[in-house]
C-alpha cells in the first residue's frame, strides 16, 4: 500500500468491522478468510500474485485490496472516497450502488478517526 497511505485508516476500520483484528478469522462458512474476510473470487479478481491463503497475512491482503481497488474503482482510490472503497470491499465491483453495503459503511466509519 505504499503508493496510497492515505488508505491506512480505512484499512485498519474495515479489518476492525470484519475481523476484530483477529488474522486468523474465518467467516461466510469458511468462504471469508483473514483479517479483511477476502472470499476466493475477491483474491483472483485482484490479480496478485499467490495463493488464497495469504490473505490471512495483513500485509498481503492489504496488496489485494488496493489490487482490487484499483481494478474496479480507481478513480475512488485516487480520491480518497473511503465510503466507496469500503462498500466495494464488501459488496463487489458494483458494491458502492448497492443498498446493502450502506450499513457495512456505516460500521466501517465508526472505526475511523474523527
Known amino acids: 500500500i505504499s503508493n496510497h497511505p492515505n488508505v491506512r485508516p480505512l484499512l485498519d476500520a474495515i479489518r476492525q468491522v470484519e475481523s476484530g483484528g483477529n488474522d486468523n478469522a474465518v467467516g461466510d462458512g469458511g468462504r471469508s478468510i483473514g483479517p479483511y474476510q477476502i472470499q476466493r473470487q475477491y483474491h483472483h479478481d485482484s490479480g496478485v500474485p499467490g495463493s488464497w491463503q ?13 489490487a482490487y481497488w484499483t481494478r474496479y474503482c480507481p478513480k475512488a482510490l485516487a ?9 466495494v470491499h464488501n459488496g463487489g465491483p458494483k458494491g458502492a450502488t448497492m443498498k446493502a453495503t450502506v450499513k457495512y459503511w456505516h460500521r466501517v466509519r465508526r472505526h475511523l478517526p474523527r
Do not use: F, P
Open 54 to 66: 495469504q490473505v490471512k497475512t495483513r500485509s498481503y491482503a492489504e496488496r489485494v485490496m488496493v
Open 79 to 87: 480520491a480518497g472516497d473511503w465510503q466507496t472503497l469500503a462498500r
